[in-house]
T-cell receptor
Framework: KQEVTQIPAALSVPEGENLVLNCSFT??????LQWFRQDPGKGLTSLLL?????REQTSGRLNASLDKSSGRSTLYIAASQPGDSATYLC??????????FGPGTRLSVLP | EPEVTQTPSHQVTQMGQEVILRCVPI?????FYWYRQILGQKVEFLVS????????KSEIFDDQFSVERPDGSNFTLKIRSTKLEDSAMYFC????????????FGSGTQLSVL
């Protein structure tokens, strides 16, 4: 059974810092991996989707990498801003199954 | 940009009552999902729906739950007899294609069972 973990559980950084969020999964035979952002009391916004054949995806200040063999993904946020404050969720899907979510990393970017 | 809409945003009900949560997926999407998130816990998969039938369901999705696409636009989740432990945020999601494609989520319905 696929298990997804994320560290750290919470992170507080000053504005302008670059930061890395980590995601690990136990079953490396994934189809793809998706990073989401969740604001308090809101839905999930898809940030980046990485197919199993890819090693990274970039969107603006965000870069997500995937290392299937080690069961890891990282989300890199450059030049963080207070508006980046949210919970970041990692989700993976294996062949023939549905997305399994991690518990999230709660990010606070301080002005 | 097209979005998934969910109504109501909040629903309060008494234990044992039936509730229907409503969703309007993005119009050209073919795959529909319900997820839930109990406060402080992970987002959990409930059910996926394609071509007017359930494609997959989790252990959570027992006989008390049902889904329906009554017309060309709405997608509903019904809980027949709510329990206290059904209190959660329920998210609807849709995708253009199937497994593993980018999911677009609604803003959720917060269900409180008293």
């Amino acid at each position: 059974k696929q298990e997804v973990t994320q560290i750290p559980a919470a992170l507080s950084v000053p504005e302008g810092e670059n930061l890395v969020l980590n995601c690990s999964f136990t079953d490396s035979a994934i189809y793809n991996l998706q990073w989401f952002r969740q604001d308090p009391g809101k839905g999930l916004t898809s940030l980046l989707l990485i197919q199993s054949s890819q090693r990274e995806q970039t969107s603006g200040r965000l870069n997500a990498s995937l290392d299937k063999s080690s069961g890891r993904s990282t989300l890199y946020i450059a030049a963080s801003q207070p508006g980046d404050s949210a919970t970041y969720l990692c989700a993976v899907v294996n062949y023939g199954q549905n997305f399994v979510f991690g518990p999230g990393t709660r990010l606070s970017v301080l002005p | 940009e097209p979005e998934v809409t969910q109504t109501p945003s909040h629903q309060v009900t008494q234990m044992g009552q039936e509730v229907i949560l409503r969703c309007v997926p993005i119009s050209n999407h073919l795959y529909f999902y319900w997820y839930r998130q109990i406060l402080g816990q992970k987002v959990e998969f409930l059910v996926s729906f394609y071509n007017n039938e359930i494609s997959e369901k989790s252990e959570i999705f027992d006989d008390q739950f049902s889904v329906e696409r009554p017309d060309g636009s709405n997608f509903t989740l019904k809980i027949r007899s709510t329990k206290l432990e059904d209190s959660a945020m329920y998210f609807c999601a849709s995708a253009t294609r199937g497994m593993g494609e980018k999911l677009f989520f609604g803003s959720g319905t917060q269900l409180s069972v008293l």
